[in-house]
C-alpha cells in the first residue's frame, strides 16, 4: 500500500485530506507540524510527502531542506494558501516540486499525487 504523510498544522485539513487519501486506497499518515513529522522514523517509509509550505516552526521549505540533508528523496507536494506570484523567492525553493494552492480540488490533488509517485 502507499504510504503519503501529511504535514499541516490545520486540524481540517489533515482530517479531510487523510480521509481523501484512505478512501482512495492510500495509507495516509497526518502530522501538525514538521517537527512531529520528523520525530516519527516512520516517516522515512513514506513513498510521498505533501507539505503546507506555512507551518509555524520549521516551515514546510525548511522541513524539505532538512529531509534533503538526511539523504531522503521521497517525492513531495507542496500546499500553500498562496500562490507563488504572492512570494517571488519561491522558485528556487521549490526546485521541481509541485505545488497546490488551497483549497484542492480532490481530483487535482489525486491526479498529482499519481504522477508524482510516477515520474518522480
Known sequence: MTKIALVDDDSSIR???GRLLR?????CTVYESAEAALADPALREMNCLL???ELPGIS???LQDRLRGL????????VT???EKDCPDWG??????????????????L???????FSW
Open 51 to 53: 507539505i503546507d509550505v
Open 92 to 109: 528556487a525553493r521549490l526546485g521541481d516540486s509541485p505545488y497546490l494552492t488551497k483549497p484542492v480540488e480532490e481530483l487535482l490533488l
Open 23 to 27: 478512501s482512495n486506497g492510500y495509507q
Open 60 to 62: 514546510g521549505f525548511d
Open 81 to 83: 494558501a498562496h500562490s
Open 111 to 117: 491526479s498529482t499525487i499519481e504522477k508524482v509517485l
Open 15 to 17: 482530517k479531510a485530506v
Open 71 to 78: 539523504g531522503s528523496t521521497v517525492p513531495h507536494i507542496f
